[in-house]
């Protein structure tokens, strides 16, 4: 069945802050996938369920994967910024992996 324009507009709007959940800068990650995540749970029940399956499979499934790899990819090198920066984010893989546990938690609480 064919997607609703209500349902399509919703479609991009998760899509394009999937997007941003991916961002090099970690705030912008962050803001991004609070933002989709709550969203989605204050709304998604307006969703068809065709709609739902469409977020699942084209946004968050995908979103796991690709943080997940980026994760995986990400330096361990302690950051040679002269900003002082909390041990927990010195390096670029330690705030991938506050990433990565943002978008699981967004996720399962998505089936909750």
């Keep these: 069945k064919e997607m609703s324009v209500f349902d399509k507009l919703w479609m991009c709007l998760f899509s394009r802050l999937g997007d941003l959940c991916l961002d090099p800068r970690p705030a912008t990650r962050k803001s991004a996938g609070q933002t989709l995540?709550?969203?989605?749970?204050?709304?998604?029940?307006?969703l068809?369920?065709?709609t739902w399956q469409a977020v699942l499979w084209q946004v968050l499934f995908p979103l796991l994967d690709k943080v997940g790899i980026e994760s995986g990819l990400a330096s361990t090198e302690k950051s040679g910024d002269q900003l002082l920066i909390h041990h927990s984010r010195n390096t670029e893989h330690k705030q991938w992996a506050e990433t990565q546990v943002l978008t699981i938690s967004g996720v399962a609480r998505v089936f909750v």
């Design 37 to 46: 995540f709550s969203t989605i749970a204050a709304h998604g029940s307006l």
């Design 48 to 50: 068809a369920v065709g």
